[in-house]
Nanobody, 125 residues
């Protein structure tokens, strides 16, 4: 069984940066697809960034050019580098994984089977 645990959240001012990490444990296939999602109070969970087996990445329009998703060298860590943060980036951020190499719609939450508990990101103006 696969488990994911997020870390790295915190509070920053507008324009600041944070790097989120997701530690993956359990029986992990090297071809897992993984992603970051976020959910703000009163809003639906939205896909932020995803990466598949071939390291093809997908970003939500709202974060393109500001966020970067990447895998660690050992393939058991996922990162989300967030730059130029805005107050609208404030949300609980979740790491997600699925044992599929490629996804047709990688930013849709229904595509993923394993979820972490989340890490809070707060951006003040």
């Amino acid at each position: 069984q696969v488990h994911v645990v997020e870390s790295g959240g915190g509070s920053v001012e507008t324009g600041g940066s944070l790097t989120l990490s997701c530690a993956v444990s359990g029986y992990v296939y090297s071809w897992f697809s993984m992603a970051w999602f976020r959910q703000a109070p009163g809003k639906e969970r939205e896909g932020v960034a995803a990466i598949d087996r071939g390291a093809i990445v997908t970003y939500a329009d709202s974060v393109k050019g500001r966020f970067t998703i990447s895998r660690g060298n050992a393939k058991n860590t996922l990162y989300l580098q967030m730059n130029s943060l805005l107050p609208e980036d404030t949300a609980m951020y979740y790491c997600a994984a699925v044992d599929r190499a490629y996804l047709r719609r990688p930013l849709m939450s229904y595509a993923y089977t394993t979820w972490g508990q989340g890490t809070q990101v707060t951006v003040s103006s």
